[in-house]
């Protein structure tokens, strides 16, 4: 089994995130993250009795922070935050969400900043290692405060309450907590606030869609040399030459990535069926359209993983100079506009791949018309392109930046806020139209190179063709074409995608 350590100090990057959350793993947190934790958590339980207001740990939250709690409530004050903020609505989040929730959490509390008691960071280091997974509604987050109302939710079984998805089936936490001898937790001090403030959940998600991008940025431009052999183009558009005092270095990497895939060992050059003087921008301008987007993917992926190694919380403890800190590490503007920008990214790569389908659709380079042999009597793949054009269309509308809002809260107090919850579910959105539009892409290119019986493919893209023609054949006369794209896409998904998703640490992924 492999086991993750948390130190106090290591960055973490995306590879070690996804492997991390696998199930299986076993995560851990070191001997140093676990005295910095306890040790904070001491001094700012002396502290919650103290005669000084400390925002959140003896005053209530938000427009009531200059409200000092009763002598002796303090510790119903952590109860009664979560209790009352666990107001989410909508779909359950995905366990890959949940895992990653837990994870990026123990990330935040590992400094020992935060003030939370080792015993409620020992529950989430054991939650994630025996799959115990809180149900997590994904709607009620406005990405500043915190995530407040999704982790409110994954705090919820600490203390009893709420549901599991435990073993395959959700069920009562209390139930799962008995069965497993944990008992429920009595909150300290900063437990509750520790436990719901932050950027934990838009980032677990960005984090989560962000491994799928990388992945899918390359098999984008391996679809692409697919669909470019099948409609017989040149490869002067991404010769080595041409983009060598290219100023952007992804443009590059697509255009290396292009002779890869297309210049394998079949033949130094790429020959042209139907030779023309220059292919239209959707074929031509790959390097230019892919690098773009893999240039701003990776900016985006910097961004996302700096806000993992933030300490996303308010205040912050710092008990060797005994002093708290107040601050807005709980805002996710960084999070919420790193996803709009992924969204644009994403969706162009989508967009790009549709106009590839149509020109493959068109009728031109010999092509016969919609891919079939007997036009007319059959409509061949015309309509698969509708389908894609719709799937692009909900992507551009989709692109539309959530960050650019805010809808104040909290009686004023909060008055800005990211809306990073939107911006992370409708990229997730996308990132779906994605995967189904460029299965439309492999579908239709792949038809039409079974009807050119002289084209050679490279190597790579020919073994790819024959394996998925044990999946999906042929399209000899009309049939239905739904279960050929669900099945082409979990061939892209299965077989594609995973060979040339390369080190997710390296640059070769983005």
Not at 76 to 83: N, P, T
Not at 110 to 132: E, K
Not at 432 to 445: C, F, Q
Request: overall charge negative; charged content about 20%.
């Amino acid at each position: 089994m492999a086991t993750y350590v948390i130190e106090p100090d290591d960055r973490w990057d995306l590879a070690d995130l996804l492997r991390a959350t696998e199930p299986g793993v076993e995560v851990r947190l070191s001997e140093q993250s676990r005295a910095a934790i306890a040790r904070t958590s001491d001094w700012v339980e002396g502290l919650s009795t103290g005669t000084d207001l400390v925002y959140g740990v003896n005053t209530g939250f938000g427009a009531l922070a200059d409200v000092r709690v009763r002598a002796g409530d303090e510790h119903e004050l952590q109860l009664r935050h979560i209790l009352s903020h666990a107001c989410g609505v909508g779909d359950a989040s995905p366990p890959a969400v949940v895992r990653m929730m837990l994870l990026i959490k123990l990330l935040t509390f590992r400094t020992g900043q935060t003030g939370v008691s080792l015993a409620v960071a020992d529950r989430l280091v054991d939650m994630l290692n025996h799959g115990v997974h809180p149900v997590v509604p994904e709607r009620g987050t406005v990405g500043a405060s915190g995530d407040l109302s999704p982790l409110a939710h994954l705090s919820l079984p600490l203390i009893g309450r709420g549901s599991v998805e435990y073993g395959g089936e959700v069920r009562d936490s209390a139930d799962v907590l008995r069965e497993l001898g944990w008992p429920s937790l009595r909150l300290t001090a900063k437990d509750g606030l520790a436990l719901t403030n932050g950027t934990q959940y838009i980032t677990s998600v960005a984090v989560v869609e962000l491994g799928r991008i990388v992945a899918l940025a390359e098999t984008a431009d391996l679809v692409a040399a697919m669909s470019l052999q099948a409609f017989s183009c040149a490869d002067r558009f991404f010769h080595e030459r041409y983009h060598r005092r290219s100023g952007n270095a992804w443009r590059r990497v697509v255009a290396e990535s292009l002779r890869e895939h297309t210049l394998d060992g079949n033949h130094a050059s790429l020959p042209t069926a139907v030779p023309s003087m220059q292919d239209p921008y959707s074929f031509r301008c790959i390097p230019q359209v892919h690098g773009a987007a893999r240039e701003h993917i990776s900016f985006a992926r910097s961004s996302i993983l700096n806000e993992v190694d933030t300490v996303a919380d308010n205040p912050l403890f710092f008990p060797d100079d005994e002093i708290a800190l107040f601050g807005g590490n709980l805002h996710g503007e960084s999070v919420a506009i790193s996803a709009d920008l992924l969204a644009i990214a994403v969706s162009e790569l989508g967009s790009i791949s549709e106009r590839r389908t149509y020109q493959l659709l068109s009728g031109r380079r010999g092509l016969p018309d919609f891919l079939t042999a007997d036009p007319g009597v059959n409509s061949g793949l015309m309509i698969v392109q509708y389908t894609s054009a719709a799937l692009v269309n909900e992507m551009k509308t989709l692109c539309h930046p959530a960050s650019v809002d805010s809808i104040p809260t909290c009686q004023l107090q909060e008055d800005h806020v990211s809306m990073g919850g939107t911006s992370v579910l409708k990229l997730r959105r996308i990132v779906d139209n994605l995967e189904t539009v460029l299965a439309i892409e492999w579908l239709t290119a792949c038809q039409a190179v079974d009807l050119r019986e002289d084209l050679v493919l490279s190597a790579r893209c020919r073994a790819l063709h024959h394996a998925y023609r044990e999946v999906v054949g042929h399209l000899a006369e009309d049939r239905v074409l739904s279960d050929d794209i669900v099945r082409t896409a979990g061939f892209i998904r299965d077989v594609v995608t995973r060979p040339v998703d390369r080190d997710l640490a390296g640059q070769g992924a983005l």
